[in-house]
């Protein structure tokens, strides 16, 4: 008899409770951002040779302090540019609060270095693999926008400055 009163009830919660974890879950973790992005590398020379960065990065939330997402960067320099395609996986040291705007983060991003070099009448484009690595600082300027700055270093060997402007996709 007690058997009979509790199956109903069973079969509700199993049905019903991944579900509501699941809204759960998704309320937990931030929304998309895109992000604009502006700065300086430094390539490792007979000195340093210095490039100026623009580029656009996304990252989705998988968890509430990781997060993933495609990065298009382009590098200008004299008589040559480079194009750096790749994939990001960030952490948030902390998780994004109210009364906590700022949120300290690492970044590791593997992908694809392509340059393009002119040598008078002639030019060469030749590609090979990119990964960098570094981290920084995001700052929640209001609900939809945040600020950063961060630092990276990678191969092809270089140091990375650059701000962000990110904005959210709700």
Known sequence: MLNQRLFPLLAAFLVLAPPAADLALAQDRPAPIVEGEAGWVGFADDGIVSETLVGVAA??????RISVGPEIVYLAGPNHSHL?????????IVRERPGRPVIPFLVIGGG?????ETFF?????SAEGAFTA???VRVVVNDRVTAGIDARMGWEPHI???GTI????R
């Open 112 to 116: 694809m270095f392509r340059t393009h």
């Open 59 to 64: 990252r989705w939330y998988l968890l509430p």
């Open 84 to 92: 750096v395609v790749t994939g990001n996986l960030m952490f948030d």
């Open 166 to 169: 990110g904005i959210r996709l």
């Open 160 to 162: 990375r400055l650059n």
């Open 121 to 125: 009448d002639d030019s060469f484009t």
């Open 134 to 136: 570094g981290g920084g």
